[in-house]
């Protein structure tokens, strides 16, 4: 099966600028995260969407960080504005089951805020 | 948030000897746990899960091991591989169907 697609791979950007990041789960995989990885610590869960629906977004930053999964299928993750620690890789992962199956993830997208 | 640590930052081995991560948990409500390899610039990778009403399961050169009592997780790597070099992080879930990583662990291999 087709993995988790992310993109872009790489971004860099100034502070106070707008960014968006893309992700394509796995086909049929109903829940989708979007985790944030510091260097040298464990991903961090943003925010939990089942299908369309935010089932938790309770440590997503809502003053800049905005997320949306409108069909169900692809998400987008944005952060406007961006500031400096924002740099981090940006990973997107899905599920079939929620949190009663393993979570797929992708390669994420590295972000270098300036 | 949960409290999923582990022991070591780092580990180093020889290439051939087995490997322990081990991992520690804080939720006692948590009931399924993954451990997950990351190399660099990659997402993590799954390697093997288990659920608490188990306390070891084996994949190919993998075991992991729980402890529900002390709340403490394991992975043994049998004859650890230069491909096995990579970061190592627990997650665990609990019936809030989120799920909680520790800070990881640096698995270099020796040749």
């Known amino acids: 099966e087709a993995g988790v697609a992310q993109s872009p791979r790489y971004k860099i950007i100034e502070k106070r600028q707008s960014v968006a990041f893309w992700c394509n789960p796995i086909?049929?995989?109903?829940?989708l995260y979007w985790y944030q990885q510091i260097l040298g610590q464990g991903p961090k869960l943003l925010i939990q969407?089942?299908?369309?629906?935010?089932?938790?977004d309770s440590q997503l930053p809502k003053d800049r960080f905005s997320a949306e999964r409108l069909k169900g299928v692809d998400s987008t993750l944005k952060i406007q504005p961006a500031k400096l620690e924002d740099s981090a890789v940006y990973l997107c992962?899905?599920?079939?089951?929620?949190?009663?199956?393993?979570?797929?993830f992708g390669n994420g997208t590295r972000l270098t805020v300036t | 948030g949960e409290s999923v640590g582990l022991h070591l930052p780092t580990l180093s081995v020889q290439e051939g000897d087995n490997s322990i991560i081990n991992c520690a948990y804080s939720?006692?409500?948590?009931?399924?746990f993954i451990w997950y390899k990351q190399e660099s610039g990659k997402g993590p990778q799954f390697i093997i899960d288990i659920r608490s009403n188990m306390d070891k399961r084996q994949g190919q050169r993998v075991t992991v091991l729980l402890n529900k009592t002390v709340k403490h997780l394991s992975l043994q790597i049998a004859a650890t591989q230069p491909g096995d070099s990579a970061v190592y992080f627990c997650a665990e879930s609990d019936t809030g169907n989120q799920f909680y990583f520790g800070t990881g662990t640096s698995l270099t291999v020796i040749p």
């Open positions: 086909s049929g995989h109903a829940t």
């Open positions: 939720n006692s409500a948590s009931d399924y």
């Open positions: 992962a899905s599920s079939y089951l929620g949190g009663n199956s393993p979570l797929h």
């Open positions: 969407f089942q299908n369309n629906g935010v089932v938790d």
